[in-house]
């Protein structure tokens, strides 16, 4: 019997999970809502110069790479099991499709935070 | 209170290969009393209205599993379910889903037996100890891990409960899975690697999409869904460990 390859997947779904529900509202609500509205937060807090800091820390670059690829990988095989659940046949195909966004996703944004600099 | 003229309208999916082109549903007219189940209702239909009704039964009593079917779209036992809860409404009663129908409400369960056979749905001991070496002991924290998968009755409403099984019959789907969970996670059982070489595969755990209807549906709370993503986890350790640990090595 094959051993399914599906931990890998499973497992970055998993994290991507637990890292949306842990910040994902907060995320939407600072950075959709909250800064340009002005509500609880300074408008100031997003701008270019302190965003352009904040991508030049390590620390930064950690923290918007986790958010990047986790949330893409959770939301790529989320999409993969709602189409199979729907009926629609979801072979290789589809697997190559979604998760190979993924990953080319995942490594634009690594090559993207590397290339902003410290 | 029981109301002594109370009649319920039965539709029960027949089929009878020999002469029936394809299922077709029969509705019959049963009077009932409030203790009555839906299984009962169907004994009154077999004895009184048309024997020619064809459904299985045992125990009478949500123990034996064979009484397992579909109640107005939602797999239950029918012993367990009460007529007096459709009242006053009809009731549809069909054979089981995901399972092709050998006759009437009687599905056939090749599939089910052949795959319970396949997880060794047996203790095999970590070590044999002889007769006079006394019963294997465990406490009872240790029988707490893994109590309530061992109440499986195997009735298969979870596989007419699961999306996923009823997509591809290959996944070896929720109760037998619950059961091969019930075995490894018993202090006394050593079969886990043997049992696991399924369990790791696309018709083991990966099979599961997570949908969690077996559990909803199982009527001795055996939570399969939640022994599938225990299982999960461990395949999950066990795939990436696997490739630090040295040669020959069990975990
Ligand atoms: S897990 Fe529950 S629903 Fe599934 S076969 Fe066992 S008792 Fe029935
Ligand atoms: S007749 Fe045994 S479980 Fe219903």
Redesign the pocket.
Known sequence: MKRSNEPVFWSLFGAGGMLSALIGAALVFVTGIGVPLALLLSPDLMQYQNMLAFTQHWLGKLVIFAVIALFLWHATLRILLLLHDFGFRTGIGTKFIGNGLALLCTLAAAYLLLALGS | MSDDNKTIEMEVLRYRPEQDREPFFQTYEVPFEDDWSVLQGLQYIKDDLDSSLSFRWSCRMAIC?SC?MMIDGV?KLGCRTFLRNYHSGKLRVEALEHFPIERDLVIVVDDFMEKLARIKPYLIPKQVRKLEQGEYLQTPGQLEQYRQ?S?????????A?CPQYGLNSGFTG???L??MHRYNADSRDGGRDQRMELGHSDEGVWGCAAVAY??E????????ANAINQNKMGSAIDYFLRFVRPRGATG
């Open positions: 599993g397992g797999p998968f109440t499986c009755i195997n009735c298969m409403l979870c596989y409960a929720p109760g037998i619950a059961l077996c559990s549906v199982c009527p001795k709370e055996v939570d399969p």
